[in-house]
């Protein structure tokens, strides 16, 4: 931890009104739905960043703090077993109460309670430090959240309301696509260092690699057109077994937001239903799909050890790129006790590790050994794909 | 059809304007979610019948009426095969689009569209009058729902909001409980004259009854406690086979809307949550549990007919009353011709007959001759129990 | 009760060894499958009928009986509830043990426990009689379970192979049809008299029938191929909501067992597979395409009371015939006490009533007054349709 | 490929006959039944090895080969999405026909035609040789499957049958447990030489490995007997979020085929239904329970490559070791073109790997590079736990 009192209060306080600019395109209804069980409502979103820092630190820490309102954990909480009962995560979209304007009131409250008690630095002991930190990237992770499920919930809707004209989600993919070659040997990989990172990042250690080529750019909509209009999706022999299963039961037949009307490709992003455009990163497709494309052009995706070891040499951040690897643990990782605990530690089984950052991602968010992860079926995030030889 | 041009515009508008009236305590978000299937938004309903109105009337006798969104008819069509795609049943909570004030433009736009139109007399041909009496009714049934599926969004709520404090769904039953003899013979049923009745109601006809005995009074909750006292939830020869799978399905081991706190037994009604009153007719219980409950007491359900043939001689309208009938067409009975014929005969299969009408049931709608179905699971309806033998 | 003890004994012994003769064709391994959970293996069947004489009569009521096997009755018991635990129905199939071999073995045993206590004639007193008359009744219905059960054990598998070559299940339609007029008025309906029934078609009632006529023909395959023909399939109108939403849930393009090869029209027989039989009653139909078609040839099904008043005037017996009514009880029905109780009365809910009889009914087994009983998107027994208006 | 024309016909053989030898103790009814998706019958084990000899050797190669029964292919095929249409895998154990005899004499007809032309030494082309070792170890597969589906059929019955008194699962952990020191640094890893392996293995590469310590002996049952006893299967904390969903929707308890009967712990093996051996390594558990497990004594499982670094030190074979590694390519792997590339690539994805072998391996089949995958929920099979640290 390097910044001071000053500083991480402004972090603190800057990060919890970034969360509520987020919502401001947002209608109240917008706030409510569930589409899906991987999508929250957004005003979960802003129940659920709050109740953490409630439940962490100022039910635990500050001295005669009273609660908010007792019954919030239970709507409130996400996954953490040990934080008590909580609402199934496939009702969240069912709760019309507490409304919007409840949670907004609940979010001033803790902010202003955190406030008044940080603004005294002898309270901010390096437990209350970490904790705080921890609370904001964590709602940072949210936020990007918020943005992906903003998406779902106003791209399935039949009317494709836009979100914010100003959003712009496809920078065109500029540089020419070459490939990075990078000689065998033992690679340094994880974080190390004062600052930030989350438990699963360290430690730091080494990994032998075989010589390998990445290319410096992500694969384009035009690219992956090719291989939809090859025949990608209908030749089994490109796709994982249970990939094929998913296309065949889910009749998958392009990215997500991909609409043909009238023979024109469109697609919906949070600017808007807009044509689609052909030089910007291909992205919402799931790791089967990234997997059957680089099959498809006789290629692969990097390792994140790989994807690691040679990151300077490309930029990234636009897409959360597939990597060939699962999410396991690093050696010598063991979880922190009780309910820190459980952040990441047990999805460490049946997902693919991710790496980079997207559009959708919050300022100071990411870094080189950042380990995002979803289920390789998954394609509501800003997914893309990066190949290697 | 025995009213005035006058008479009936009066009627419609009094009818749009008791479904908002409904609809003033909800917050936004009450009008938003779907926690169930049968249970539909009440923003849903708000633009369902606006729907039916510009559909069935407006667009195709109106001369140069403007539709006011073409989106709106696959958004807001319930089931009606015959008129076109339509948003599935399961989905209708997924929509935050359009926004509750967007759809009470378009109902302030479809009565207004409809006032102006029909104030000119040499338009309400009897067609006209025929399609907008059952545009009424149509909305007068989802008045009911609105009343339903509001209880079902807030009483499954953790936070249990209460709907109105003026609501009184639990009125006594005040009458001791007498046994209404009627003789064997031949009864007339269904419905015959000038006055508005549903397809399914036609055309009276003869019925040869048993002689039977019916109940005066309709099961108490303290009557239905001594059931559950008594064990009647695990006593497996007291039910369907079908009844006995829900049950444990689902462990089911009260009715709807009970709950036990500190020992003390409360129900959620629409007028907050209380202890459970004793002296109220039970409600909120499913057909199977109806049925086992007259098993237990060594009696049965009335069938329609009994039912209609002794109603003179009872108080009804504060439960709909689950009946032994099934849900069939009557003698003679045909469909309408075109979407109009989905209205009720499509049903006709799976489903029990519920005679009577509901505290929830708007003025005006119900009669000794109206058939309500449901399948015999459910329970978000204020059903509840008249014995016969 | 009206046989003599020779003549009940004969009866039973009979109808036993009818149950091993229908099995014959079989080889050990169709004995053994059971490909959906309606359909129950064949060496199931035996066992059952099996345990039901020895759990039923010759354990409670022959002194020092010795159980065969203690474990068969968790094994073979089908749907009592109050007779103890059991294998639950889909896991039939997962059976292998005991073998075939090791279940004639126990039938031989309780047959002959059977025969050598009933031919004493002081021990068959007429609570025995009633019992034993119960138990052969009830495996006369297992025998018509057996032979579909194995025709869509046999009719699913892709080599298609024949039960019997001399199974005769497709007698042409040879009457020409006839509507045949019955007058309003007050019918008889039930079973009365001394001959064995089961409860549900008790007692004797009057019921009120409205004039109507009845076709004295079934419907052919002939007439059913028209209705494919037209469209019926694709056209929602003609079907309850339920029945739609299953021909679309199952893809339902024609009656079970049909099959185009070639452009040839095919049906699977217990005799083989064979080009469809124009003029034979069509059969394997559920009821909701059994009402489609009436709908679409503009009449519709007689109820079960129809068809009782009228059933002398036309021949029936080669399908089970649908009808309109619901499977209910008769007024004044109630359950015998105990695990004997459990053998109607408990269905009597989601499913439609079929009379008559079919080329799978063991001979002396049905009667005019008998009601089976289906949900009614069921297929696999051979039902049929007879048409009113 | 370094075997004699003679040694590799024997070989064929000897391991076509050993198919049957393991068949030998079962009744017909045995050969039948799929209980679970992963357990398919034996005899379609039996059909399925002798289809792939027929389907990828005979009918491409042998000059003049009579196909024995075309409808064969599409009864026999498992998941070769290239080798055309086939029974879905869930419908195996509905398929009574072709009997068991008549797959016995589908296996005499192959095989014959196998050894008569694979007598010939010149028809044993380097292509041929190959495809007929592959035929081999995959046949050798399926004996594995054989016993493990065997043991599923019978140890869930619920007359307990044995399999065979001599076969002998649970050879007590005869050494005491020590800790295995390895070193930091470069570890081969994967298969090199002449000698059979499947894709999966090659290519012989370089890892880099941190200091570890390895268990020289398995988990036995008294062992896991105090993880359950101290409350290890409801600690939501040392269980995967997935593994936790999976205890929960199963109601887990205990491994699977324990069970306790008045008191004492039982398990089925296939000599029998016995007292629990304590001193035998623990087995039938899952990846979940495996690592739910080594969390509990403060340890954790090894990875795949830590295992065959280490493997020279330690005796192995009993069970199938899970391990922390994902089954994933190794660097430079490629899948082969057609079918045979179906073989394993394509289950890359949500799946752990497994060392070692098991008592229900066959001869000759696994080695210190052999990579065995399951997901993470699948306990079937013999599998165990050896730690790391």
């Excluded at 209608?27 to 991987?38: A, C, F, K, R």
């Excluded at 630190?57 to 309102?69: M, Q, T, V």
């Excluded at 043909?260 to 291909?282: E, F, I, Q, R």
Aim: glycine share 6%; with cysteine.
């Amino acid at each position: 931890m390097i910044v001071s009192t000053t500083a991480l209060l402004d972090f603190l306080l800057e990060t919890r009104k970034h969360s509520e600019t987020l919502c401001k395109p947002l209608q109240i209804e917008d706030y409510v739905v569930q589409p899906i069980e991987d999508v929250s409502p957004p005003k979960w979103h802003l129940g659920h960043t709050t109740w953490f820092f409630e439940d962490f630190i100022l039910k635990k820490h500050k001295p005669g703090y009273k609660e908010y309102n007792s019954q919030f954990s239970f709507v409130f909480n996400s996954y953490y077993e040990s934080m008590g009962a909580r609402v199934v995560r496939t009702d969240r979209g069912n709760l019309s109460r507490p409304t919007v304007n409840e949670i907004y009131d609940y979010r001033n409250y803790v902010t202003a309670q955190l406030k008044d008690w940080l603004s005294d630095e002898k309270n901010l002991t390096p437990e209350i430090e970490s904790l705080v930190e921890i609370g904001i990237h964590h709602e940072k992770q949210h936020q990007e959240l918020l943005l992906t499920d903003i998406k779902y919930i106003l791209g399935n809707n039949p009317l494709l309301p836009t979100y914010s004209e100003s959003f712009q989600e496809n920078k065109p993919v500029s540089d020419s696509q070459k490939w990075i070659q990078l000689d065998a040997g033992i690679y340094e990989i994880g974080h190390e260092g004062p600052d930030f990172c989350y438990d699963n990042e360290l430690s730091k250690h080494k990994v032998y690699l075989n010589p390998f080529e990445i290319s410096n750019t992500l694969v384009t909509n035009a690219e992956y057109l090719e291989f939809i209009e090859a025949g990608g999706y209908e030749d089994a022999l490109l796709w994982h077994s249970e990939g094929w299963a998913w296309v065949c039961a889910n009749t998958i037949k392009a990215p997500q937001y991909w609409h043909t009307a009238d023979g024109v490709s469109m697609h919906y992003t949070l600017g808007g239903y807009k044509p689609l455009n052909l030089k910007a990163p291909v992205t919402h497709i799931s790791y089967y799909e990234a997997f059957a494309y680089a099959q498809w052009r006789g290629l692969r995706l990097p390792t994140e050890y790989e994807w690691e070891a040679a990151q300077e040499h490309f930029n990234w951040g636009e897409r959360w790129e597939w990597t060939e690897s699962a999410y396991l643990p690093y050696p010598g990782y063991t979880k922190a006790p009780g309910a820190l605990g459980e952040y990441n530690g047990k999805f460490m089984v049946n997902q693919k590790t991710l790496r980079g950052g997207s559009v959708a991602t919050s300022a100071n968010h990411t870094r080189p050994t950042y380990r995002n992860f979803f289920h390789p079926h998954l394609r509501w995030q800003f997914t893309g794909i990066r190949l290697a030889k």
